[in-house]
Protein backbone atom coordinates (compact mmCIF):
# COMPACT_ATOMS: atom_id res chain seq x y z
CA UNK A 1 0.00 0.00 0.00
CA UNK A 2 1.27 3.66 -0.37
CA UNK A 3 1.54 5.99 2.26
CA UNK A 4 -0.03 9.33 2.36
CA UNK A 5 3.11 11.60 1.16
CA UNK A 6 3.73 8.58 -1.99
CA UNK A 7 -0.18 9.06 -2.98
CA UNK A 8 0.18 12.81 -2.44
CA UNK A 9 2.86 12.79 -5.03
CA UNK A 10 1.54 10.36 -7.61
CA UNK A 11 -1.79 12.59 -7.36
CA UNK A 12 0.03 15.98 -7.69
CA UNK A 13 1.87 14.88 -10.76
CA UNK A 14 -1.36 14.04 -12.54
CA UNK A 15 -2.58 17.20 -11.43
CA UNK A 16 0.26 19.30 -12.95
CA UNK A 17 -0.63 17.00 -16.05
CA UNK A 18 -3.98 17.63 -16.29
CA UNK A 19 -3.36 21.55 -15.86
CA UNK A 20 -0.73 20.98 -18.85
CA UNK A 21 -3.38 19.30 -21.32
CA UNK A 22 -5.78 22.42 -20.15
CA UNK A 23 -3.29 24.98 -20.78
CA UNK A 24 -2.54 23.57 -23.75
CA UNK A 25 -6.18 22.99 -25.09
CA UNK A 26 -6.88 26.83 -24.10
CA UNK A 27 -3.67 27.91 -26.00
CA UNK A 28 -5.06 26.39 -29.11
CA UNK A 29 -8.26 27.31 -29.74
CA UNK A 30 -8.13 30.45 -27.64
CA UNK A 31 -5.54 31.19 -30.19
CA UNK A 32 -8.05 30.94 -33.01
CA UNK A 33 -10.80 33.07 -30.85
CA UNK A 34 -8.58 36.00 -30.60
CA UNK A 35 -7.22 35.56 -34.48
CA UNK A 36 -10.30 34.96 -35.93
CA UNK A 37 -7.93 33.97 -39.04
CA UNK A 38 -7.77 30.24 -39.86
CA UNK A 39 -5.49 30.87 -42.29
CA UNK A 40 -2.97 31.88 -40.26
CA UNK A 41 -3.99 30.23 -36.68
CA UNK A 42 -5.22 26.39 -38.11
CA UNK A 43 -2.20 25.20 -37.04
CA UNK A 44 -2.24 25.89 -33.03
CA UNK A 45 -5.71 24.97 -33.46
CA UNK A 46 -5.62 21.73 -34.59
CA UNK A 47 -3.27 20.34 -32.16
CA UNK A 48 -5.41 22.39 -29.68
CA UNK A 49 -8.13 20.34 -30.12
CA UNK A 50 -6.50 17.23 -30.92
CA UNK A 51 -4.84 17.65 -27.21
CA UNK A 52 -8.43 18.75 -25.32
CA UNK A 53 -9.76 15.56 -26.97
CA UNK A 54 -6.75 13.21 -26.12
CA UNK A 55 -6.74 14.53 -23.29
CA UNK A 56 -10.19 14.10 -21.62
CA UNK A 57 -10.12 10.88 -23.19
CA UNK A 58 -6.74 10.12 -20.84
CA UNK A 59 -8.41 11.27 -17.91
CA UNK A 60 -11.41 8.86 -17.73
CA UNK A 61 -10.21 6.29 -19.69
CA UNK A 62 -9.53 2.97 -17.36
CA UNK A 63 -8.95 0.39 -20.26
CA UNK A 64 -4.85 -0.54 -20.30
CA UNK A 65 -4.48 -0.38 -24.07
CA UNK A 66 -6.00 2.21 -24.93
CA UNK A 67 -4.26 4.71 -22.25
CA UNK A 68 -1.07 3.39 -24.21
CA UNK A 69 -2.22 4.64 -27.38
CA UNK A 70 -3.88 7.89 -25.69
CA UNK A 71 -0.59 8.47 -23.72
CA UNK A 72 1.61 7.84 -26.65
CA UNK A 73 -0.12 10.21 -29.59
CA UNK A 74 -1.04 12.70 -26.57
CA UNK A 75 3.20 13.22 -26.09
CA UNK A 76 3.27 13.55 -30.43
CA UNK A 77 1.12 15.94 -30.35
CA UNK A 78 2.33 18.03 -27.12
CA UNK A 79 5.72 17.91 -29.55
CA UNK A 80 4.07 19.25 -32.34
CA UNK A 81 2.45 22.20 -30.28
CA UNK A 82 5.78 23.97 -30.18
CA UNK A 83 5.99 24.57 -34.46
CA UNK A 84 2.21 25.52 -34.55
CA UNK A 85 2.52 28.20 -31.33
CA UNK A 86 5.55 29.19 -32.64
CA UNK A 87 3.72 30.16 -35.81
CA UNK A 88 0.79 31.91 -34.02
CA UNK A 89 3.29 33.99 -31.63
CA UNK A 90 3.40 36.84 -34.86
CA UNK A 91 -0.87 36.76 -35.75
CA UNK A 92 -1.46 37.18 -31.78
CA UNK A 93 0.56 40.08 -31.19
CA UNK A 94 -0.42 41.77 -34.57
CA UNK A 95 -3.72 41.68 -33.60
CA UNK A 96 -3.01 42.28 -29.98
CA UNK A 97 -1.07 45.88 -31.14
CA UNK A 98 1.44 45.09 -28.36
CA UNK A 99 4.38 47.12 -28.26
CA UNK A 100 7.72 45.42 -28.80
CA UNK A 101 10.08 45.45 -25.70
CA UNK A 102 13.26 45.58 -27.79
CA UNK A 103 14.10 49.00 -26.17
CA UNK A 104 13.63 48.23 -22.80
CA UNK A 105 15.62 44.73 -23.75
CA UNK A 106 18.75 46.85 -25.03
CA UNK A 107 18.66 49.17 -22.26
CA UNK A 108 19.00 46.04 -19.67
CA UNK A 109 21.77 44.69 -21.60
CA UNK A 110 23.61 48.03 -21.65
CA UNK A 111 23.04 47.88 -18.15
CA UNK A 112 24.42 44.53 -17.73
CA UNK A 113 26.81 44.17 -20.34
CA UNK A 114 27.52 47.35 -21.55
CA UNK A 115 30.63 48.23 -19.84
CA UNK A 116 32.59 45.55 -22.53
CA UNK A 117 30.03 45.18 -25.36
CA UNK A 118 28.04 47.91 -27.17
CA UNK A 119 24.59 48.06 -26.29
CA UNK A 120 25.37 45.16 -24.45
CA UNK A 121 25.65 43.13 -27.48
CA UNK A 122 27.96 40.11 -27.62
CA UNK A 123 27.62 40.27 -31.73
CA UNK A 124 28.03 43.49 -32.05
CA UNK A 125 31.07 43.20 -30.63
CA UNK A 126 32.04 40.83 -32.97
CA UNK A 127 30.74 42.41 -35.85
CA UNK A 128 33.07 45.44 -35.01
CA UNK A 129 35.64 42.45 -35.01
CA UNK A 130 38.86 43.55 -36.84
CA UNK A 131 39.90 40.02 -37.22
CA UNK A 132 36.36 38.24 -35.80
CA UNK A 133 33.88 39.85 -37.91
CA UNK A 134 31.68 37.40 -39.75
CA UNK A 135 32.85 38.33 -43.05
CA UNK A 136 36.21 37.21 -41.40
CA UNK A 137 37.49 33.07 -41.99
CA UNK A 138 37.36 32.97 -38.49
CA UNK A 139 34.01 34.73 -38.23
CA UNK A 140 32.39 32.17 -41.51
CA UNK A 141 33.82 29.30 -39.47
CA UNK A 142 31.78 29.92 -36.00
CA UNK A 143 28.76 31.38 -38.09
CA UNK A 144 28.37 27.85 -39.46
CA UNK A 145 29.80 25.85 -36.49
CA UNK A 146 27.04 28.26 -34.19
CA UNK A 147 24.15 28.10 -37.12
CA UNK A 148 24.23 24.06 -37.08
CA UNK A 149 24.02 24.31 -33.31
CA UNK A 150 21.39 26.43 -33.08
CA UNK A 151 19.30 24.08 -35.40
CA UNK A 152 19.87 21.14 -33.30
CA UNK A 153 17.28 23.08 -30.79
CA UNK A 154 14.77 21.05 -33.22
CA UNK A 155 16.00 17.79 -32.17
CA UNK A 156 17.53 18.21 -28.45
CA UNK A 157 13.46 17.74 -27.15
CA UNK A 158 12.45 15.26 -29.09
CA UNK A 159 15.68 13.11 -28.69
CA UNK A 160 14.70 12.83 -24.61
CA UNK A 161 10.82 11.93 -25.59
CA UNK A 162 11.88 9.55 -28.02
CA UNK A 163 14.00 7.74 -25.27
CA UNK A 164 10.74 7.81 -23.28
CA UNK A 165 8.73 6.64 -26.03
CA UNK A 166 10.65 3.99 -26.86
CA UNK A 167 11.00 2.15 -23.85
CA UNK A 168 6.74 2.85 -23.10
CA UNK A 169 6.50 1.60 -26.21
CA UNK A 170 8.67 -1.80 -25.98
CA UNK A 171 6.90 -2.50 -22.38
CA UNK A 172 3.51 -1.94 -23.67
CA UNK A 173 4.55 -4.49 -26.79
CA UNK A 174 6.19 -7.21 -24.02
CA UNK A 175 2.89 -7.08 -22.02
CA UNK A 176 4.48 -5.19 -18.94
CA UNK A 177 2.30 -4.04 -15.87
CA UNK A 178 5.73 -1.63 -15.83
CA UNK A 179 3.97 -0.02 -19.27
CA UNK A 180 1.66 2.17 -16.66
CA UNK A 181 4.40 3.12 -14.00
CA UNK A 182 6.32 4.31 -17.34
CA UNK A 183 3.41 6.49 -18.88
CA UNK A 184 3.79 8.60 -15.29
CA UNK A 185 7.45 8.79 -16.09
CA UNK A 186 6.65 10.34 -19.48
CA UNK A 187 4.05 12.75 -17.83
CA UNK A 188 6.87 13.85 -15.60
CA UNK A 189 8.61 14.98 -18.64
CA UNK A 190 6.26 16.62 -20.68
CA UNK A 191 5.39 18.49 -17.50
CA UNK A 192 8.97 20.05 -17.65
CA UNK A 193 9.27 20.53 -21.22
CA UNK A 194 6.31 21.74 -22.62
CA UNK A 195 5.31 23.78 -19.03
CA UNK A 196 8.61 25.50 -20.07
CA UNK A 197 7.34 26.28 -23.85
CA UNK A 198 3.88 27.10 -22.89
CA UNK A 199 5.16 29.68 -20.46
CA UNK A 200 7.51 31.19 -22.72
CA UNK A 201 5.35 31.21 -25.28
CA UNK A 202 2.79 33.30 -23.10
CA UNK A 203 5.70 35.48 -22.22
CA UNK A 204 6.70 36.28 -26.10
CA UNK A 205 3.14 37.01 -26.92
CA UNK A 206 3.00 39.66 -23.70
CA UNK A 207 6.41 40.76 -24.51
CA UNK A 208 7.05 40.78 -27.41
CA UNK A 209 10.24 41.36 -28.87
CA UNK A 210 11.71 41.21 -32.30
CA UNK A 211 15.45 39.69 -31.26
CA UNK A 212 18.70 42.23 -31.76
CA UNK A 213 19.00 40.63 -35.62
CA UNK A 214 15.97 42.73 -36.53
CA UNK A 215 15.29 45.67 -34.24
CA UNK A 216 19.53 46.32 -34.64
CA UNK A 217 20.00 45.40 -37.85
CA UNK A 218 20.99 48.94 -38.99
CA UNK A 219 23.44 48.76 -36.50
CA UNK A 220 25.39 45.34 -38.23
CA UNK A 221 28.14 45.50 -41.27
CA UNK A 222 28.14 42.07 -42.18
CA UNK A 223 25.90 39.69 -42.81
CA UNK A 224 25.73 36.34 -40.89
CA UNK A 225 26.10 33.89 -44.44
CA UNK A 226 29.45 31.69 -43.01
CA UNK A 227 30.18 29.80 -45.94
CA UNK A 228 26.66 29.19 -47.51
CA UNK A 229 24.93 26.57 -45.30
CA UNK A 230 24.36 28.83 -42.47
CA UNK A 231 22.86 31.81 -44.44
CA UNK A 232 20.86 28.71 -46.43
CA UNK A 233 19.64 27.91 -43.01
CA UNK A 234 18.77 31.30 -41.84
CA UNK A 235 16.62 32.40 -44.83
CA UNK A 236 15.08 28.71 -44.25
CA UNK A 237 14.58 29.42 -41.25
CA UNK A 238 13.79 32.60 -40.05
CA UNK A 239 11.74 35.44 -41.05
CA UNK A 240 10.86 39.10 -40.57
CA UNK A 241 7.79 39.25 -37.98
CA UNK A 242 9.29 37.60 -35.23
CA UNK A 243 8.60 38.51 -31.96
CA UNK A 244 9.65 35.17 -29.94
CA UNK A 245 12.68 36.69 -28.26
CA UNK A 246 11.81 37.59 -24.47
CA UNK A 247 12.78 34.56 -22.74
CA UNK A 248 14.73 32.25 -25.25
CA UNK A 249 12.66 29.13 -25.70
CA UNK A 250 15.56 27.57 -27.38
CA UNK A 251 17.74 28.04 -24.40
CA UNK A 252 15.02 27.02 -21.63
CA UNK A 253 13.81 23.78 -24.01
CA UNK A 254 17.10 22.83 -24.74
CA UNK A 255 18.43 22.82 -21.04
CA UNK A 256 14.91 20.83 -19.74
CA UNK A 257 15.45 18.03 -22.16
CA UNK A 258 19.07 17.83 -21.54
CA UNK A 259 18.23 17.76 -17.64
CA UNK A 260 15.83 15.06 -17.61
CA UNK A 261 17.87 12.68 -20.55
CA UNK A 262 20.81 13.62 -17.69
CA UNK A 263 18.88 12.03 -15.02
CA UNK A 264 17.51 9.21 -17.25
CA UNK A 265 20.91 8.07 -19.06
CA UNK A 266 23.84 10.11 -18.01
CA UNK A 267 26.23 9.61 -21.40
CA UNK A 268 23.17 10.62 -23.39
CA UNK A 269 22.54 13.65 -20.69
CA UNK A 270 25.67 14.74 -20.94
CA UNK A 271 25.76 15.10 -24.86
CA UNK A 272 22.65 17.38 -24.95
CA UNK A 273 24.18 19.36 -22.06
CA UNK A 274 26.70 20.70 -24.23
CA UNK A 275 24.28 20.66 -27.61
CA UNK A 276 22.40 22.69 -25.34
CA UNK A 277 25.07 25.27 -24.07
CA UNK A 278 26.29 25.70 -27.85
CA UNK A 279 22.93 27.13 -27.98
CA UNK A 280 23.09 29.30 -25.54
CA UNK A 281 26.22 30.71 -26.98
CA UNK A 282 24.99 30.32 -30.56
CA UNK A 283 21.97 32.82 -29.56
CA UNK A 284 24.21 35.66 -28.51
CA UNK A 285 26.41 35.30 -31.57
CA UNK A 286 23.71 35.12 -34.02
CA UNK A 287 22.06 37.86 -33.19
CA UNK A 288 18.52 35.67 -32.40
CA UNK A 289 18.46 37.13 -28.85
CA UNK A 290 19.45 39.41 -26.41
CA UNK A 291 21.40 38.43 -22.81
CA UNK A 292 18.25 39.28 -20.58
CA UNK A 293 16.71 36.67 -22.54
CA UNK A 294 19.27 34.44 -21.66
CA UNK A 295 18.28 35.24 -17.63
CA UNK A 296 14.75 35.04 -18.00
CA UNK A 297 15.03 31.45 -19.91
CA UNK A 298 17.17 30.45 -16.66
CA UNK A 299 13.79 31.36 -14.40
CA UNK A 300 11.62 29.73 -16.62
CA UNK A 301 14.06 26.43 -15.93
CA UNK A 302 13.66 26.29 -12.55
CA UNK A 303 9.47 26.73 -12.71
CA UNK A 304 9.70 24.43 -15.44
CA UNK A 305 11.71 21.73 -13.19
CA UNK A 306 9.67 22.00 -10.24
CA UNK A 307 6.61 21.78 -12.47
CA UNK A 308 7.32 18.31 -13.14
CA UNK A 309 9.58 17.30 -10.65
CA UNK A 310 12.85 17.47 -11.96
CA UNK A 311 14.57 20.04 -10.18
CA UNK A 312 16.88 18.04 -8.45
CA UNK A 313 18.57 14.62 -9.11
CA UNK A 314 17.29 13.91 -5.49
CA UNK A 315 13.93 14.88 -6.15
CA UNK A 316 13.46 13.33 -9.62
CA UNK A 317 14.62 9.85 -8.23
CA UNK A 318 12.24 10.26 -5.32
CA UNK A 319 9.55 10.96 -7.54
CA UNK A 320 10.78 7.82 -9.67
CA UNK A 321 10.61 5.56 -6.49
CA UNK A 322 7.38 6.43 -5.67
CA UNK A 323 6.25 5.32 -9.47
CA UNK A 324 8.42 2.15 -8.64
CA UNK A 325 6.66 1.61 -5.20
CA UNK A 326 2.87 1.77 -6.79
CA UNK A 327 3.58 -0.50 -9.12
CA UNK A 328 5.87 -3.18 -6.95
CA UNK A 329 3.49 -4.91 -5.85
CA UNK A 330 2.40 -6.71 -9.15
CA UNK A 331 5.95 -7.87 -9.24
CA UNK A 332 5.80 -8.95 -5.88
CA UNK A 333 5.11 -12.64 -6.82
CA UNK A 334 6.95 -12.60 -9.23
CA UNK A 335 10.24 -11.48 -8.25
CA UNK A 336 9.82 -11.80 -4.55
CA UNK A 337 9.72 -8.05 -3.41
CA UNK A 338 13.13 -7.55 -5.86
CA UNK A 339 12.79 -3.59 -6.65
CA UNK A 340 11.92 -3.17 -10.17
CA UNK A 341 15.07 -0.78 -11.84
CA UNK A 342 12.94 1.99 -14.33
CA UNK A 343 16.15 3.62 -14.54
CA UNK A 344 17.96 4.59 -18.02
CA UNK A 345 21.41 3.66 -16.62
CA UNK A 346 23.58 1.62 -18.84
CA UNK A 347 24.73 0.50 -22.45
CA UNK A 348 22.37 2.90 -24.74
CA UNK A 349 21.82 -0.80 -26.59
CA UNK A 350 20.11 -1.92 -23.73
CA UNK A 351 17.68 1.69 -23.02
CA UNK A 352 16.30 1.56 -26.88
Known sequence: MLGPTNFLRINLLN???????????????????V?????AIWPAFSVGCVIACIGVAVM??????????????????????????FLATAPIVTISNARPVDETLVQIDTVLLGWFFPSGQLSLWLDKSDYLNPSTSWGKLYTEIFQLAY??????????????LVQYWRAHKNGSDLASALGNKLKMYLCAWMSAYYLTFFLNVTFPGQSPRLYLKDHFSNDLEGFGVAG????????????????SGHISESFIAAIYAFYLHRPTGVGLLIVASLITISTQILRYHYFVDAIGAAVVIVLALFFGFCHTSSTF????????????????????????????????????
Not at 35 to 39: A, I
Open 15 to 33: AHFVILIIVAAAYGIGSAL
Open 35 to 39: VQDFG
Open 60 to 85: FNRSPNWHFWQMFVLALAFGGSIPAF
Open 151 to 164: MCYYFVGATTLVML
Open 232 to 247: ALRTASTDDTSFGTFP
Open 317 to 352: HQQIQTIQDDFLDIYSSKSEGRRVDMSFEGPLDQIL
